[in-house]
């Protein structure tokens, strides 16, 4: 039976998983980034753990990798890598297609793969046209469009956390684990809603107040739902498309965003597009990294 | 030789234009659209007016079509459209197709029309992947990646007067003709900013009074660059396009927009995209109905 290894590249560790057809995760392995980057040859040292991932799992179709940061316009480079820096401006596929010349390889953005993962082995049914956002530590996200990703003009669109907002930022400086400590901290500077929160925390113990009720936990949720509604306006005007997902850790406190969420998506958009609005959680959670990964080399099998 | 028609629909005339390889318009006929619209039949009628043209000018080797509203998935037929009631929710390019089989007919939104009229027919030379922004009555456009008109999921994608802005507003509204006078009376209101303007203005007041040297004018223009740097930073984030064509009528008054809608653009870009930005304004002008409508036929001539 066919496997297809997923690879999911970030700053701490380089995640090898080899993936079957419906999804299950077969072998994971994980090498520390800063070991695949000694003597500043990611390229060659990713090849020979690739070679031995090969050799173990011969029935491997397909490799596809996920790399936090930009790549070019034709895929086969990656360009800027802050988190990797070993691995910025190195043409990685095609040292891997000299090195593995039969193989389908395909590389893209992490939040790219998340999303074509959703499509290819998520556990809700999705039309073949959606988009998918990260809201996280950052704000990110993916847009695929009749199953295939859609990069933009020159290989990297969707970087929709540095979308503009209503307070004259973008939607990262909001909402991203920063923006959600200092709106905590903004309210209880103001003192005008009672709190258990005080002194410093992170965004997590803003999570936690408000699964306990907390008032102004809950104000900050209420607030970044009004900012995820404006994106959500922003990107269904410009994209013209009506199933969103949404992903990366929020799961547990998206109850809290919908409201004020719905609220600007109704004042904004007209009935061409709430008529068949969809907004739903994305299901992959922490699988996504290798999941996605492996749907980006099964998407290049499709094309060899 | 061959020609092209090109027909804009408006709310007001029906705009025939026969058009030559190098964007000469031969021959231009208007009929009012209420007219066009008689009993109810407006395919029927038009594909008379069609007929007509058609023979006078035997050369017409494609038509193109530019309508003020959305379509459908498939391009064959009109959807919701607010100025021309009797054209809404008719499949008028298979009523076409059927009295006229061998002639390539398309049919988009006169906005991306426009757009890919400066690809065909522009003074300027034009990479195949840009954006374009139409600053009028309304706020517009159209994207066009690899020479072809991005439609986004559904067909009718590009609402780019409806992304949001830092006033919590759509660009539209900050912006439109409604907007600008809206913006001067809140200064003339606010009586900070010494003006010659006062009483009931409109847009076309404003630009005269800048062109002048008005105080409140300028400032108002000032601030309409904020939003449009707003809105290109989001476009460029969510398209990774850099070439930026802006229409629509706003040429005499670019100038005064142009610092502030760099300032933010300088704020929120990265290099990655800054570098190769490239902002100009659009160069069909009163034509680009017309052009842009027969560009679209062209297009349709390379399908067939």
Not at 33 to 61: H, M, Q, W, Y
Not at 89 to 103: I, R, S
Request: charge should be negative; hydrophobic fraction near 40%; glycine fraction near 14%.
């Amino acid at each position: 039976m066919k496997q297809f290894l997923g690879v999911d590249i970030g700053g701490t560790n380089v995640k090898f998983g080899v993936v079957d057809a419906d999804g299950n995760i077969v072998k994971k392995k994980k090498y520390p980034t800063i070991e695949v980057s000694e003597g500043g040859d990611f390229c060659g040292n990713f090849s020979k753990l690739l070679a031995k991932r090969l050799k173990k799992f011969p029935d491997i179709a397909s490799v596809g990798i996920g790399i936090p940061g930009t790549i070019s316009a034709d895929g086969k480079s990656t360009l800027d890598l802050p988190n990797v820096p070993a691995l910025a401006n190195q043409a990685l596929v095609k040292v891997l297609e000299k090195d593995f010349p039969t193989l389908p390889i395909v590389m893209d953005n992490d939040a790219n793969a998340a999303a074509l993962g959703e499509l290819e082995f998520g556990l809700e049914a999705l039309p073949k046209t959606y988009i998918f956002i990260t809201l996280g530590t950052g704000v990110g996200g993916g847009c695929v469009i009749n199953g295939k990703i859609f990069k933009g003009g020159d290989g990297n669109g969707f970087e929709v956390g540095h979308v503009m907002s209503s307070t004259g930022k973008t939607i990262e400086q909001n909402i991203g684990k920063a923006g959600i400590i200092a709106m905590a901290k903004k309210y209880i500077a103001e003192g005008q809603i009672p709190t258990t929160l005080s002194g410093e925390f992170d965004a997590k113990a803003v999570a936690n107040a408000a699964h306990e009720g907390d008032k102004l936990a809950l104000q900050v949720y209420h607030d970044m739902g009004k900012y995820v509604g404006e994106l959500i306006v922003t990107l269904v005007r410009v994209l013209d498309i009506k199933t969103i997902l949404i992903g990366g850790g929020v799961s547990e406190t998206f109850d809290y965003l919908k409201l004020n969420m719905y609220s600007v998506i109704n004042e904004f958009l007209p009935e061409y597009y709430t008529k068949d609005l969809n907004i739903q959680l994305a299901t992959l959670g922490n699988n996504a990294g290798i999941l996605g990964a492996a749907s980006l080399g099964i998407s290049g099998i499709e094309l060899k």
